[in-house]
């Protein structure tokens, strides 16, 4: 489809196209072959030829074909080969196949590859491979080794649904709640220094820490508690008063498996408040279900960088400052059950595994 003259050869493969076609309709008009190729600039060679495809194989003859090796063509690994190394990559981890590591790069795709196959690729072509697989490079979420998923799996099908319904029934809310400790010690974010050597935050070796109790709600609603003690029984039962004592309705608290959650004293207080909290519990080893686990990352991030605090009092101070200033920010308190591992909540549907 070459023999264009003049600018012709200067137009885009979309506008050479377009020419063809053009040409070939005025052909069929009963133009004559000398007037077609003067009226479009091109040569006789080239009208004769997009004749000749346009009468062995219509329109489809004249279009453009995408340049290049077709997708699939002259790959080293065929498709059954590429679909076992794919679903290799995302069942195992690099460790589980007699490899080291637990995360998945391009050099250990092709040791993979390698090894199964006896075949060689640079990484740029281990590359290929997983874009075209559909995989792309990322951060993957941790998880205990602990979990057991058919736990997790039933509290998704069966128990999340169950509390759902059961809220619903009596009128009550569903708050998600856990505890976090804070150290003086923690240092957050970056700073500035000098190149190859690393900068130095000095701290008071007078360390002190704080812990805090919050619980949530996809309402925007965030209660919490300062503390300076350890979190026991007595602190969680002090809590839940407080907590009983904002709602005019039931509370189904959402917890993790803590002794203290447990405990003789707990289940008294529950057993003697029963229109007031209903004590549920998340599968073992599974904080990631916990939307609240995100208000502690969040707490952690947020504490002033520029100013630590010199006593656990200020501490303190600090960290009801933020808590208050998320009760005033009720988007980024339902914000929390964005994310992917705690999306389930706002799912009016259970989610299958």
Not at 49 to 59: N, V
Not at 187 to 215: D, H, I, L, Y
Not at 292 to 306: G, I
């Amino acid at each position: 489809m070459s023999d264009l003259v003049g600018d012709a050869r200067h137009l885009s493969p979309s506008a050479q196209e377009a020419l063809r076609l053009r040409a070939v309709a005025a052909l069929v008009a009963g133009r004559d072959r000398e007037d077609v190729a003067e009226l479009f600039g091109v040569s006789l060679k080239a009208v004769d030829g997009w004749w000749a495809k346009w009468l062995t194989g219509g329109r489809e003859a004249l279009v453009m074909r995408p340049r290049g090796k077709p997708v699939g063509v002259h790959q080293v690994l065929d498709e059954a080969e590429q679909a076992a190394v794919r679903q290799a990559v995302l069942d195992h981890r690099p460790c589980d196949v007699g490899l080291s590591g637990q995360l998945w790069t391009r050099r250990l795709v092709g040791e993979l590859i390698a090894k199964l196959y006896r075949v060689r690729l640079t990484e740029p072509g281990v590359g290929k491979y997983l874009k075209r697989w559909g995989l792309s490079f990322q951060r993957p979420d941790k998880r205990a080794v602990e979990q057991d998923p058919q736990n997790v799996r039933c509290w998704h099908e069966e128990t999340w649904p169950k509390i759902r319904a059961r809220a619903k029934a009596d009128g009550g809310e569903i708050l998600f709640a856990d505890q976090v400790g804070i150290r003086s010690a923690q240092v957050t974010g970056r700073t500035w220094g000098e190149k190859g050597r690393m900068p130095v935050v000095r701290r008071s070796g007078n360390q002190f820490s704080v812990n805090a109790m919050s619980a949530i709600s996809t309402k925007g609603r965030m209660h919490f508690m300062v503390f300076t003690e350890h979190f026991t029984a007595e602190v969680m039962c002090r809590f839940l008063d407080r907590l009983a004592g904002h709602f005019d309705h039931k509370v189904h608290l959402v917890v993790d498996g803590h002794s203290a959650h447990r405990s003789k004293k707990v289940r008294d207080w529950l057993a003697a408040h029963p229109d007031d909290v209903e004590l549920h519990f998340l599968p073992p080893y599974s904080p990631e279900l916990n939307p609240d686990e995100l208000v502690n990352a969040d707490l952690k991030h947020n504490l002033p960088r520029q100013h630590r605090a010199r006593d656990q009092a200020e501490l303190a101070a600090e960290t009801r400052r933020f808590f208050r200033r998320r009760q005033r920010q009720p988007h980024i308190v339902r914000g929390y059950f964005s994310g992917p591992t705690v999306r389930y909540i706002l799912d009016e549907n259970p989610i299958s595994f």
